[in-house]
Nanobody, 121 residues
Framework: QVQLVESGGGLVQTGGSLRLSCAAS????????MAWYRQAPGNQRELVAH???????NYADSVKGRFTISRDNARKTVYLQMNSLKPEDTAVYYC???????????????WGQGTQVTVSS
């Protein structure tokens, strides 16, 4: 079963930057579109950005021009560089494939523990 380990979150002031990392134990990592998602309290989880196996990226309108997704296939790691952070970016950030990995036995989506990002005003 694939494991996802996110890191790099923290508390920053408005306008600050953070770089998130996610290591995936997927032997087919380089072939998958990878993505970052986030979930704020009381909200549904939303797709923030994704990057295809060929390096094509796409972003939610709310983060365009501020966030950059990248990947290192040799390290099976995906990154999210977040600049000009706003209080509304406060959320738990998760990485996953797009579409997400799932357990073939019960078909539940596999998520990591996520990493908390808090932006103070």
């Amino acid at each position: 079963q694939v494991q996802l380990v996110e890191s790099g979150g923290g508390l920053v002031q408005t306008g600050g930057s953070l770089r998130l990392s996610c290591a995936a134990s997927d032997r087919f990592f380089s072939s998958n579109t990878m993505a970052w998602y986030r979930q704020a309290p009381g909200n549904q989880r939303e797709l923030v950005a994704h990057i295809t196996s060929g390096g094509i990226t796409n972003y939610a309108d709310s983060v365009k021009g501020r966030f950059t997704i990248s990947r290192d296939n040799a390290r099976k790691t995906v990154y999210l560089q977040m600049n000009s952070l706003k209080p509304e970016d406060t959320a738990v950030y998760y990485c996953n494939a797009n579409p997400p990995y799932y357990n073939p036995d019960d078909r539940n989506v596999i998520w990591g523990q996520g990493t908390q990002v808090t932006v103070s005003s």
